[in-house]
């Protein structure tokens, strides 16, 4: 991957979740199914492979002040994860050092469905139509979307997506929902997901476009010995808003949004972007505390990294809610997060 695609990525298409590759689960999707253990395929090559391509793409890991305590406890355990056989076993070892080095919990390694090779083989990866109609058969994210008794709109997102199409897949739902006198909205067990969503979602809310947090992405210099490597070369900041929507269903209607444990990444970015506006009341319990954009890097045929590049950075607060998730306006079990917001909605 060269640098200068890093970028590229990062803003198109940010990954701010802890899902795995959406991709992964397209190829699935798209090829009708798997063998029943296509990982019996993946060989001690393969995962020594993984750790290798690991430890260069490592280069790129925003808090690169961590990056050599990073390596130096996966060179130590390097021998126990090669003799793991079983590669979820494996994966999950190498997760496990990589979240105790770090304390970063979008640093993941993935297995990929089917192998790369197999992939290039059967014609290459979905295409971006074939990925839009799986999400499509998903609902887009939506769980549901109802008027509740009171005029009162509840939307459950279990997701967000990252496709183009998304965008007027959230207008749709969000129609369903007009002339609600207030919205709930469940992120409880939401993991995140892609920027259109978000930002097509956030567009709703307020008459103007919102400010959500800057994201800040390492600038990189090339190193002529590895065109892999990120040489660090400063920080660029990119200042993000809400997408413009012609006519928001809560421009200035009460928000109250829904958290909990099982609330990550862009999830997360949601409440917090909510909270620091002062334009909704977040309710449950702390969320994970995932807040550093990623992107995927393969690290071989059956590996994929997710790799995070930069940090978000709210310009009302000067922080975010890495390590430390989003703390509810109102402190109650995630489980009686709705039976609160309704009963203070009246």
Known sequence: MKIRHLMTAALGAVLLSCQGPAAVLAQEAAAGGVAANPHAAITEAHRARA?????????????HERTPAIRARLAERRAAYLALTDPEAFRQAINADLLSASGDKHLQVWIEA???????AAGGPPTLEQMGAEEARNGWGVREAKLLEGGIGYLNLASFSGHPDSAAAIDATMAKLAGAKALVLDLRENLGGGEVALRQLMGHFAPEPMRLENLEFRRCKPNPADREDCIQDGRDTFERFANPVAEPIFPTQPIWVLVG??????????AYDLQAAGRAVIVGEATGGGANPSITMDLGPWFTVVMPIGEARHPATGTNWEGVGVRPDVAVPAERALDEALRRLG
């Open 114 to 120: 089917r192998s790369r090779d197999e992939v290039a």
């Open 51 to 63: 750790l290798d391509t690991l430890d260069r793409r490592l280069a790129h890991y925003v808090m």
């Open 261 to 270: 444990p099982g609330t990550f990444s862009a999830a997360e970015a949601v």
